[in-house]
């Protein structure tokens, strides 16, 4: 594997060419991502639009190399992977590649610059609320246990599930199980949040519960990246929007010209359809 072109701007996220194929019918691969590029500032909030099928939850996972993308140069802080460079791909564009040892430990320092909060919460079933908060910086960074629960008490302080912390996850509400997952990603102490769909699971009653926790975070300058269909929270919320359709970005900008005022026809009919239905 080749040194991994590295990216050098101002900014904590960049990527250059991110472009992703899975196997389809008959191994015909299906072309999910396509030569995209964008940067997130640090300690701003970058929300991710775009209709169904549009690509989002693959960009999202691209980002924290859940998905290994085909191809394109991310920097996420002080790590930077150029894919293409990664083993060898398997037959079939979408089968994933074949990696050597130096490229799973270079996705592994690249894994650790982000920390990841899914739509389905993804606990630890048999562990405590302060058990998942501490498994990672214990098990994953390998940091001192006393010091971890320390920082894990504060973190669930910081959520509102201070008084949680000794419960197991099914004893709780989806809202706050959700909360606890982003616990547990901020104690990792990542260079950026992901977020994907995290109220899409929620009852509706429970989803302002989570928002109001992930605008407090963006108060505090955590520098975000968000997949949501809540556009008005996307408008409230985001220093940066994303419009994906077809695996491209087609429309970028503040929420006030994105949400607010469109200039590519398509972002203009997917916003008509959510935010005026009728």
Known sequence: MTDPKTLHGTDVVEVAGLTKSFDGPKGKPIQVLRDNDFSVAPGSVTVIIGPSGSGKTTMLRSLNALDIPDAGVIRIGEVSVDFADLGTPRKGLGSGRKLTRADNALLARYRLQSGMVFQSHNLFPNKTVLQNVTEGPVIVQKRDAEEARTEAHAL???????EQAEQ?????????QQRVGIARALAMKPTVVLFDEPTSALDPELVGDVLGVIKDLAVEGTTMVIVTHEIRFAQQVSNQVLFIDGGAIVERGTPADVIGAPSNERTKTFLKRILDPA
């Not at 669930?156 to 201070?162: D, F, K, N, S, T």
């Not at 197991?168 to 809202?175: E, I, R």
């Open 168 to 176: 197991l996850p099914h004893q709780l509400s989806g809202g706050q």
């Open 156 to 162: 669930l302080e910081r959520v509102g599930l201070a």
